[in-house]
């Protein structure tokens, strides 16, 4: 079991940039896959943001390609989330996820509000 914690979110106009933290109770170094995950308002899907697997394989949703960027100090055991040009479609409560073991775990979340 590991226990994950995020912060770093708030309210920003459209434009500005965001950090994101996520810390974890023990090493997330050999998880299979480090991530964060989005939730938009209205009942939407929870949707991949940007993922980090095997320890160096990043990847990301085409909407934050450029903008964002994923990263983690393993020192810290922390994921980060640099977010750039945020736009209010960036909208949404973050949340940050481990995959391993067959197992996903959450965080409980960070909203991430974008003013037009």
């Known amino acids: 079991q590991v226990q994950l914690v995020e912060s770093g979110g708030g309210l920003v106009q459209a434009g500005g940039s965001l950090r994101l933290s996520c810390v974890a109770s023990r090493s997330i170094f050999s998880v299979i896959s480090i991530g964060w995950y989005r939730q938009a308002p209205g009942g939407k899907q929870r949707e991949l943001v940007a993922?980090?697997?095997?320890?160096?394989?990043?990847n990301y949703a085409d909407s934050v390609k450029g903008r964002f960027t994923i990263s983690t100090d393993n020192a810290k055991n922390t994921l980060y989330l640099q977010m750039n040009s945020l736009k209010p479609e960036d909208t949404a409560v973050y949340y940050c996820?481990?995959?391993?073991?067959?197992?996903?775990?959450w965080g409980q979340g960070t909203q991430v509000t974008v003013s037009s």
């Open positions: 996820t481990v995959y391993e073991l067959s197992l996903r775990h």
């Open positions: 993922e980090i697997t095997y320890g160096s394989t990043t």
